[in-house]
C-alpha cells in the first residue's frame, strides 16, 4: 500500500469480527476521518498453536473473509497484518497520518499487557488509543457489592447484573449503516502464509434459533439433541453481538441468559483475582496430592476410558473442536476426581482443542469441578458417569455416535471402579484440605 498522507484513524478487530453492532467501530466510522479497518495476526499467539490445523485460525480467517467481502463493495478492504502487534503499529505510522486508534477492550492477562504497550507507543507519537466496551454488557468494575469489593459467588453477582440493565445498557450501534471508510483494495494473506493449512470447517453467519433458546431450560442437558444454540464460538471471536444475545435471553429463557452472565462472572474473576490463571481460587487446594499418572490423562484425552458418556464427549472435542456443556461437567469431574489428574492439565487440553475456547470461562469452568474455584461445586460432589448417562442420554444415542466400537468387544474395560475413585478422591481431598 503506497504512502498516504491525509488524515485517517484506525479500527483495530480483536475478538469482534463483525461490521454490525460495533461499539469501538461505530465510533471510529463517526470520528469524521476514513476509517482503516486492521486486524492482526499476531505471531506471539500463533506461536503457541502447535497443531498447524488449528480451527481457530481458519474460522478468524474465514471471518475476515467475509468481512472483505462486504467491506469491498463499500470500496475498502480490510488490512491484515502477520506479526507482533509493536512494530505492526510502527510501521502503520510511518505509513499513514493516523489520528486516532479505535478499539473494542479485551479483558485477557496478555491483552491488556499488550495494549498497554500499544498505547504507550502510540502516545509518544501524539496519537490517541480510544478503547470501548464491547464483548460483555458489564465489565469487571461494574457489578460488585455495596462495599465496592467484586462477588465471588455467582447468584448475587447475577441478581445485581439483571437489575442494572437497562434500555440504554443494551442499545445496539448502527455501525453497519455508517460507511465511513477508507478507500483502498488490498488482498488478505493466505493460511498458508501464516504457517497453518486449511481445515474442514465451514465459516458461516451466525444463525440465532429462537426455538432453542425458548426450549434451552429443558433440553439443555441431553447431548443427543440440539438443545444448545451453540454460539459460543461466535461469542468467542465476535461474530456476533454479545447486546443482540442479552435482548433475545430476557424476552425467551432466563436460564439461557444465566448462561451470559456466568461468561461475564468468570471474566470479573480473572481480573479481580489474576492469580488464577495459574492457580486455584481458593488457595488451600494447592495441597492437593495430585496423582497425574500420564497414561491414564492419555487415556483421558482419547477417549479411551471405558465410561462411554466420558469417552463420548473426549472424541467429540477431538474431531469437532466443541463438547456439550453437560459432557464437559462430566468428563472435568471424571479427571479431576476418578483419575485425581491436575485440573490445569485438563484446562490446557481443553484450551488446545476447544474451537470456543476463551480462558476466563475455560479456567472457571476446570476450577468449577475441581471445587477450587469461585462458587465451585463442593469437593464431595463426584459425578457417577453411569448415573449421569442414564438421566441424560438413557438411549445410548449421544454415546453411539461418537463411540462407534461400544457394542463391540474392543471397547475397553473401565480405567477405575466408580466406586473405588469416588472413595480415594474423598481421602486425597480430605488429606490436603486438611494439612494446612
Known sequence: ????????????????????????????????????????????????????????????????????????????????????????????TQEFDIKTVFTNRDYEPYALKRDNSIENLLSSKNIEFLT???????????????????????????????QKLSDSVLQSYDSENERNYLQFSIQIPELKDLGFIKTELLFSTPVVDETIIRNYDQQRNF?????STELSVHLRF???????????????????????????????????????????????YDKIQWRNKEAEFVSWCEGKTGYPIVDAGMRQLNETGWMHNRVRMIVASFLTKHLLIDWRWGEAYFAQKLLDYDLSANNGNWQWSAGCGCDAA????????DEQTRKFDSELIYIRRWVKEFDSLNYPLPIVDHVFARNRALGVYKKGLNSL
Open 1 to 92: 500500500m503506497s504512502k498516504i498522507n491525509s488524515g485517517v484513524v484506525v479500527f483495530w478487530f480483536r475478538r469482534d469480527l463483525r461490521l454490525e453492532d460495533n461499539a469501538g467501530l461505530y465510533h471510529a466510522l463517526k470520528s469524521g476521518f476514513p476509517v482503516l479497518p486492521l486486524f492482526i495476526f499476531d505471531t506471539d499467539i500463533l506461536a503457541q498453536l502447535d497443531n498447524k490445523a488449528d480451527k481457530r485460525v481458519d474460522f478468524i480467517h474465514q471471518a475476515l473473509w467475509e468481512m472483505n467481502v462486504r467491506l469491498a463493495s463499500m470500496g475498502s478492504s480490510i488490512c491484515v497484518k502477520i506479526g507482533n502487534p509493536l512494530p505492526v503499529f510502527e510501521q502503520l
Open 132 to 162: 470501548f466496551k464491547d464483548q460483555v454488557i458489564f465489565e469487571w468494575n461494574e457489578v460488585h457489592k455495596n462495599d465496592g469489593k467484586p462477588y465471588t459467588v455467582f447468584t448475587p453477582y447475577s441478581k445485581i447484573w439483571k
Open 223 to 227: 447431548p443427543a439433541i440440539k438443545g
Open 238 to 284: 465476535g461474530t456476533l453481538s454479545v447486546r443482540k444475545l442479552v435482548r433475545l435471553a430476557l424476552k425467551l429463557n432466563d436460564a439461557w441468559l444465566n448462561e451470559l452472565i456466568w461468561r461475564e462472572f468468570f471474566m470479573s474473576v480473572i481480573m479481580h483475582y489474576p492469580y488464577v490463571v495459574n492457580g486455584p481460587f481458593k488457595m488451600k
Open 378 to 385: 463442593p469437593y464431595f460432589r463426584v459425578f457417577n458417569p
